[in-house]
């Protein structure tokens, strides 16, 4: 049976977001979401069900990147949300690509959080 490509989205999604529950050991989760302009990323703490940092390309810091779906955009985001993680208290998260392959703009981001300080 053919499923539709959200419905194969929110499974791939809730996969990679099950493995991930088996290894946190409990630390924060740096999860992120990418649309066809601008991506989004953020640092969640699921024990409290709250949201510690948050950086996307729309922001007004951002402002030179909103609407390039490009690496640097995504490198920024990653760095300004590494920041905000660390200016939280957070240093350990486990990335959540969400249904996305790690590559592109998806693996720009990671990269340049790593290099910001967040281990993971």
Not at 41 to 60: F, P
Request: aromatic content about 6%.
């Amino acid at each position: 049976m053919a499923k539709s490509n959200q419905e194969a989205l929110a499974r791939r999604r809730q996969r990679v977001r099950g493995r991930l529950k088996k290894v946190s050991e409990g630390r924060a989760r740096l999860s992120v979401f990418r649309s066809s302009q601008n991506i989004y990323a953020q640092v969640i703490d699921d024990v409290e069900g709250r949201t510690l940092a948050a950086a996307s390309t729309l922001e007004a810091d951002l402002a030179s990147f909103k609407g390039k779906r490009n690496k640097d955009a995504a490198a920024a985001v990653g760095k300004l949300v590494a920041e905000r993680a660390k200016a939280a208290g957070v240093e350990q998260v486990y990335f959540d690509r969400g249904a996305y392959l790690f590559h592109g703009r998806v693996k720009a981001l990671a990269d340049a959080a790593r290099e910001a300080g967040l281990q993971f």
